[in-house]
């Protein structure tokens, strides 16, 4: 009868191998750790963009005459029936002849808006175990918010837009609000600013049609690319 032979590892071979996955854990381990967080900001943003374009279809499907969002540490809403916009925007006689003219809306400034509770979960920050992220804006900045109003012919404007978190989009030279949305794995609710050197940052874009483009943070080049 041939006699079994038995292999196994010498204490040299074992050794070898510990040595490359203790090698292996060191290079990847970080960049493994850093793809988690961004993959993590990164849904939180797609699901605020998912979050805006349903609320305009809301509006756009006349569920609601007007519709205004405030981004913060919570995703405000407050939304106006058809005939209380038609009241006060298309009515000889609104009563707030001020926001009729200039065509604006403030934030529950004028009457006839509900608020909408059921989107106070939508929360972010360190008061969200279940967000991943800080953002810019909130309430350790200034300015504190951006709000945007949604109606269906884009023609409402925040009245306080100067006390948005805005700049001026590249591309096409217009101003437009933004929020961006920074890892909690490197982050504060301090540190996460717009001009910040932060890795797994990324940003929304929103213009006055509620157009979104989102754009990454580039470390190593100091700039955001759109994607």
């Not at 993590?40 to 007007?66: A, L, P």
């Not at 929103?206 to 955001?224: L, P």
Request: with cysteine; net charge positive; aromatic share 14%.
């Amino acid at each position: 009868m041939q006699k079994k032979t038995i292999k196994a590892f010498t204490i040299l071979e074992l050794l070898v191998v510990i040595a490359i996955i203790g090698i292996f854990s060191v290079v990847a381990y970080p960049n493994i750790t850093n793809w988690i967080a961004d993959r993590e900001v990164r849904k939180e943003v797609y699901e605020t963009v998912q979050f805006v374009k349903d609320r305009k279809s809301e509006v756009e499907s006349g569920k609601y005459g007007m519709t205004q969002i405030v981004f913060n540490r919570q995703l405000q809403v407050a939304t106006m029936s058809p005939q209380r916009y038609l009241d006060i925007y298309k009515s000889f006689n609104s009563p707030y002849p001020n926001h009729k003219n200039n065509q604006t809306c403030g934030f529950m400034d004028t009457a006839g808006f509900t608020r909408q509770g059921q989107y106070d979960s939508e929360d972010f920050g360190p008061y969200a175990s279940q967000s991943n992220v800080h953002i810019y804006p909130s309430a350790w900045h200034n300015p504190m918010n951006t709000v945007i109003c949604i109606s269906k012919d884009n023609s409402i404007k925040y009245f306080r837009q100067n006390r948005n978190a805005r700049k001026k989009d590249t591309e096409t030279g217009q101003w437009v609000d933004i929020f961006v949305f920074c890892s909690k794995s490197n982050s504060t609710e301090k540190t996460c600013k717009y001009n910040s050197n932060l890795e797994n940052r990324y940003m929304i874009e929103i213009d006055r049609f509620q157009n979104i483009k989102v754009f990454k943070y580039n470390k190593k080049q100091n700039t955001w690319k759109k994607i």
